[in-house]
């Protein structure tokens, strides 16, 4: 009874996992510009998105960038993850209480996505990645350059979580997860 349960569970574990690898995730159009008015000069030749979509994406990129950028306990560190010249103090949550500033990258750019179902635009900000190309706030999502379209997993505009109010990051939590974005499963855009 106790070897027929084993096999029982060995079978169901296999079929969940044969179940998860059917499924595939949902694409979406999506483009990435370094500023608005790339968006809508964009936008002006026809497709997918509007003026108005760039507008709406735009604002709402530069509030999830306030929000989610990581935040680093100095600009030394902040540079080493996303390259000279890419970073600044945090105005949000200030001088982090003489702890010598808090500093986060500096907003390259942003997403937008098209609404699976015909919905509004989606956004998502891009910051810069030391080496080279830009990432989402998590550093889950990379794109390759600015200026592109192309398809996308709808899972790339995925809100990454909070950290403004949060401790800034040390470099041993850095090097904990191995720099920037190396915890985050990747997803490359962009050629």
């Not at 027929?4 to 079978?11: A, E, G, P, Y």
């Not at 390259?83 to 945090?90: H, I, L, R």
């Not at 706030?137 to 995925?158: D, E, I």
Request: hydrophobic share 40%; with cysteine; charged share 15%.
């Amino acid at each position: 009874m106790k070897r027929s349960r084993n096999v029982s569970l060995v079978i169901l574990g296999a079929a969940a996992f044969g179940l998860a690898a059917c499924q595939q995730e949902e694409q979406t159009d999506a483009a990435a510009f370094p500023d608005m008015e790339s968006c809508i000069a964009a936008a002006s030749q026809g497709g997918w998105f509007t003026k108005e979509d760039c507008e709406t994406t735009f604002a709402e990129a530069k509030a999830v960038h306030a929000e989610t950028a990581p935040r680093y306990e100095s600009k030394e560190l902040c540079e080493q993850e996303h390259g000279a010249g890419a970073c600044g103090a945090d105005s949000v949550q200030g001088s982090g209480g003489g702890m010598g500033g808090i500093f986060l990258p500096l907003l390259a750019g942003y997403m937008l996505g098209q609404a699976l179902g015909g919905g509004r635009a989606m956004a998502q900000p891009v910051v810069p990645k030391a080496g080279g190309g830009f990432a989402t706030p998590s550093g889950g999502t990379q794109v390759s350059r600015l200026n592109s379209t192309g398809k996308m997993s709808t899972s790339a505009f995925t809100k990454a979580p909070a950290t403004v109010g949060k401790p800034p990051m040390t470099r041993a939590a850095v090097a904990s997860r191995g720099g920037f974005g190396s915890s985050a499963a990747a997803r490359s855009v962009g050629g």
